[in-house]
């Protein structure tokens, strides 16, 4: 075997090694990971609400914050926290304000936690690895989606969110800007964006999935 053979079979294994990582960590991750990965999305996304509000040392989010140890808990503290952030926001800078600046932190956050995350699970340019990693971040938030084309366009489909059981739809329709983040972390060649939300009283959340090079 030439050594261009070997390169090109050792470039397909390092290819098939990493998708299966990420599809392995799709469907199932250990109890501490789940927490941690958690926590790094808390402490970013409140953060970024903070930085908004420009609050005192006493009313900047602390990680112990979070004392739950189950997930779901955990989950709760961190979505009651965010309600608590957004309503703050909109009461200092009214309502379309607040809402406007607010999604505009919350992308450049979840671009940031994309961008992070890329790096870290070594996600490819594919569309499979992007929803295999998108995957991995929407279960530590209990989130379940699938992809779907409806006529010529692709919808990220969303039909369970434990986070709705939690927040109001003011902070949905803020934190949903990181998710929007995220996705262009995850792909530089892809842009989401919501269109329907559970927390508005639809059936499911729906977002449009448009990709590089898309009409």
């Not at 938030?141 to 699938?146: K, P, S, V």
Request: aromatic fraction near 8%; proline fraction near 1%.
């Amino acid at each position: 075997m030439g050594k261009n053979h070997q390169k090109f079979f050792t470039l397909v294994n390092v290819e098939v090694s990493m998708n299966l990582k990420l599809y392995l960590a799709s469907l199932w991750l250990p109890k501490y990971i789940m927490i941690r990965e958690l926590d790094r999305l808390a402490t970013a996304t409140i953060a970024g609400l903070d930085n908004l509000l420009e609050n005192s040392t006493k009313d900047k989010f602390d990680l112990n914050q979070l004392k739950k140890n189950d997930i779901e808990g955990r989950r709760g503290e961190m979505a009651s926290i965010h309600n608590q952030k957004v309503k703050k926001l909109i009461d200092v800078y009214g309502y379309s304000k607040g809402i406007e600046i607010g999604r505009r932190a919350m992308y450049q956050v979840g671009l940031n936690l994309g961008l992070d995350a890329r790096r870290r699970l070594g996600v490819g340019n594919t569309l499979k690895d992007l929803e295999f990693a998108a995957k991995i971040l929407y279960k530590v938030l209990g989130i379940e989606f699938r992809l779907e084309t409806r006529g010529e366009k692709l919808f990220l489909i969303v039909n369970r969110c434990t986070l709705a059981d939690y927040y109001t739809s003011d902070t949905c329709r803020v934190l949903s800007a990181a998710d929007e983040g995220v996705f262009h972390g995850l792909s530089s060649g892809a842009n989401m964006k919501f269109e329907k939300r559970i927390t508005e009283n639809e059936p499911e959340c729906m977002a449009c999935i448009k990709m590089e090079g898309d009409v």
